[in-house]
């Protein structure tokens, strides 16, 4: 059996730690890092998805990949998780809910987090682009 393959990063992601919820307020990114939008390829998780101040509901998530030990947080190190633009310079704005690491301590080890839409109505002030590119 051959083993699981790390996977391909074909995509560029800008990232802000602790960032502002308004998207004209958020500035430079804290790093720029090779990704894979790879919703689909592990089991589909739904997470809770912020929209009005006294409304939750739970929402569809991406799955973003990272290159091993690439600067990643969720609100389990800072109150206020990052937020990804990914492809980076395209408008669409992820938050995330969740990350860790895949095959730890293994040659195919990466980070993986999952990631609901950022937009109008949740968490992050932002809208994604019309049509989605």
Same mark, same amino acid.
């Given at each position: 059996? $051959?083993?699981? #393959?790390?996977?391909?990063?074909?995509? +560029?992601?800008? *990232?802000?730690?602790?960032? #502002?919820?308004?998207?004209?307020?958020?500035?430079?990114? $804290?790093? +720029? +890092?090779?990704?894979?939008?790879?919703?689909?390829? *592990?089991?589909?998780?739904?997470?809770?998805?912020?929209?009005? *101040? +006294?409304?939750?509901?739970?929402?569809?998530?991406?799955?973003?990949?990272?290159?091993?030990?690439?600067?990643?947080?969720?609100? $389990?190190?800072?109150?206020?998780?990052?937020?990804?633009?990914?492809?980076?310079?395209? &408008?669409?704005?992820?938050? *995330?809910?969740?990350?860790?690491?895949?095959?730890?301590?293994? #040659?195919?080890?990466?980070?993986?987090?999952?990631? %609901?839409?950022?937009?109008?109505? &949740?968490?992050?002030?932002?809208?994604?682009?019309? %049509?989605?590119?």
């Amino acid at each position: 059996m $051959s083993a699981f #393959a790390l996977p391909n990063f074909n995509l +560029t992601a800008r *990232v802000w730690h602790a960032p #502002a919820r308004i998207l004209t307020a958020l500035g430079p990114p $804290s790093l +720029t +890092t090779a990704c894979n939008l790879a919703n689909g390829r *592990v089991a589909h998780i739904q997470v809770e998805q912020k929209r009005l *101040v +006294t409304q939750n509901a739970l929402g569809a998530s991406a799955s973003l990949l990272f290159p091993a030990l690439t600067d990643i947080r969720d609100a $389990s190190v800072f109150s206020n998780p990052d937020v990804i633009e990914c492809p980076a310079l395209s &408008g669409r704005y992820y938050w *995330v809910a969740f990350c860790d690491d895949i095959a730890k301590g293994f #040659a195919n080890e990466h980070r993986w987090a999952i990631c %609901p839409k950022a937009f109008t109505d &949740g968490w992050f002030q932002g809208r994604w682009p019309t %049509p989605m590119t």
